[in-house]
């Protein structure tokens, strides 16, 4: 594959992700923690020009955070496939990024890693604002778990104390 110096439309549709974002979610119980109420503060910007967007996450419960994350999007030319780092405060270091694919507005990746399979479907109502959920299946099982679910809708830019 040539060198490609500007980013295709593929790589701007991650721009959707661009912005300050807050929302509200339910918290499933797992090993991790208890099933609750959460809010959660977004940020997104791209980089290199849109080649990757990265994303910083904060989850609050009880005033306190609870979870942070680190993810990166990217498009991947060679197998057309959209792709997510995620570094999180659990801890575990990803051993290959989830991938997956648009349908219309839905953004499905998945993920393998020693633990089992999680998978992450982002949905678009608008342009402000979308819904998240993600679930998991143990390694050795072929049943989902819902993890974590919420909506989100843009928000100031000042509201938000991500960095």
């Known amino acids: 594959m040539a060198f490609q110096s500007t980013p295709s439309a593929a790589h701007f549709r ?3 992700f661009a912005g300050a974002w807050e929302g509200e ?3 499933a119980a797992s090993a991790w923690t208890s099933e609750g109420k959460a809010s959660a503060a977004l940020s997104g910007e791209a980089l290199f020009g849109g080649f990757f967007l990265e994303q910083h996450y904060r989850q609050m419960r009880e005033g ?3 979870f942070e994350a680190r993810n990166v999007f990217g498009f991947d030319g060679s197998d057309q496939a959209y792709k997510l780092y995620q570094f ?3 801890g575990f270091a990803p051993p290959s990024p989830a991938s997956g694919e648009w349908n219309g507005n ?3 990746l998945t993920k393998t ?3 089992g399979r999680q ?3 982002f949905t678009f109502e608008n342009e402000d604002c979308y ?3 993600v679930s998991f299946s143990p390694a050795g099982s072929d049943t989902w778990q819902e993890v974590v679910s919420g909506i989100y809708r843009r928000a100031a830019l000042t509201s938000s104390n991500l960095s």
């Open 25 to 27: 979610e339910h918290v």
């Open 64 to 66: 306190a955070v609870s």
């Open 106 to 108: 839905e953004l499905v």
């Open 113 to 115: 890693s020693p633990r």
């Open 88 to 90: 999180d405060s659990a």
């Open 119 to 121: 998978r992450t479907a």
């Open 14 to 16: 991650l721009s959707a």
């Open 131 to 133: 819904r998240m959920g």
